[in-house]
DNA sequence: CTTTAAGCGGACCGGACGGTCAGGTTAGGT
DNA sequence: ACCTAACCTGACCGTCCGGTCCGCTTAAAG
C-alpha cells in the first residue's frame, strides 16, 4: 500500500482516514471532487490534506496506484491458472469490474499517467502481466495470434467506459459486451485486422 | 441545421460565427473550454453568446445536434446499399471517425442527453436507424442473431472513447479496435452472451 | 433621414476551486 | 514534567468560470 513508517501517530492515522475518504469519494463522484470535500468526509481540515500530499494530482496518484497494485496483483495470479483462456478473460473482467465501480478510473487515468512517474510505472507494469497473460492464451490457440496485451487493456478500457454511465441503471451490462468482445478475439474468425503504427509505451486508456 | 430565421443579419452572422467556433474549440479541447474561449475565438462578446444560447449547455446540445443529425443522415443513407454487412461496418466506422475527431463528443454525450430534450430527440432517431441498419445485417447472417442496435451504438462508443486520447499520437489505431469488435459480432462463434436487463431508451454511452 | 427596437459587448457579480500560512495543538523523546 | 518539532486547522488568497446587466451601436422599416 502506500508508505506509513515514520510519520507521527495521529499523522499515520489521518493518512489512512485521507487515502480512505479520498477513494471513496473518487469512485462515487469522479476525479473531479473538490478537495474539501474529501477533507470534510476524513474528517480532517483541508490542510492537513495539502501537507500529505502537495497537489491533488498527487492524491488522485496515490489512490489510483493502489488499485492498479491490486489488478496487477490478479494478474500475475491468474498466470499460475490452469486454464489461460478462462484465465485471461478473468482478467480482463476483473478489470472492467474494477473501472465499472470507480467513476474517477473511467476519466482521468490517461492523463494522471503523463504527469505522474509512480502511476506511469504501474501501467507499464500492468501491460506486462495483460501481455504474459495474452501471450499464455495466444501460445495454447485460444485467441488469434495478433492479439497483444495493448489490445486487451485497451478493450477492458473501451467497454468500461462506454458502460460505466449505465452501470448503475443496468447491472451487468458490461458482462455482455465483455463477453462479446471476447468473442472477437476468437481465432476462428482469422479476419484480417489493421496494424497501426506502435502505440506508445504510455498508454493507460 | 440551426435556425437562422427572423434574426438581424448581423445577429444571423454572429450565430454562425459562434456556432463554428464552439464547434470546433469543443472538438479541440473537448466541452470543458470556457465561454470566454469560444467567443473570442469567434470575434464576438462574451455576453453575445448568452444572447444566443442561455447556457452553456444549451451551445453544447446545438453542437451535438447538427453531429448526430449528419451520423443519422449518413445511418439513412447506407439503409439503402446493397450489402447490409458493409453497410454497418461503414456506419460504425462513421460513428467512431466522427467521435475520435471531437473531444466533447467522447466525455458528455450522455449527460447532456439527460437534460436536453432536443439531444435526446436525436439520440433516439439515431438509435433507430442503428436498429434498422442492424436488422437488415441480422436478416442477412451476416451478424449474429442475438446482436441489437443498442449493442452497436454502445460499442462504438466503447471503442471510440478508449482510443481518442491516444487517437492523435497514434492515428487509426481505432480502426484495429472497430474491425476486432467487429469481428465478435460474426455469427461463426455463438458463445451465449449475458443479457441484462433492457438498457433505458436514453443510452448515448 | 429619422426612429426604434434588436443586437452587441465587456465590466461586473457570486461562487467554487486549488493551494498557502500563521498560530494553536500534541505526540513522544528525555 | 517539560520541551520541541511535527502536526493540524480553517481563514485567507488569487484565479477562473458561468451568467447578468446596462449603456452604446446599428440594422432596417417607414
Redesign the pocket.
Known sequence: MTATSG?????AR?RRLLLDAAAAEFAEHGADV????IAARAG?????V??HF???ERLLAAVFNDRIEDLIATGRRLLEAADPRAALLEFMVAGAGLRIGDRSLCQSAASIARTEADVRDATLRLAEVAEALTARARETRAVRADVTGHDIVLLVGAVSQATAPLGDAVPGLWRRYLHLMFAGLDPSVETPLPVPPPVPADFAP
Open positions: 510519520l507521527r501517530a495521529d499523522a489521518n473538490s478537495i474539501s470535500r480532517i481540515g483541508k490542510g492537513t495539502f501537507r502537495a497537489t491533488k
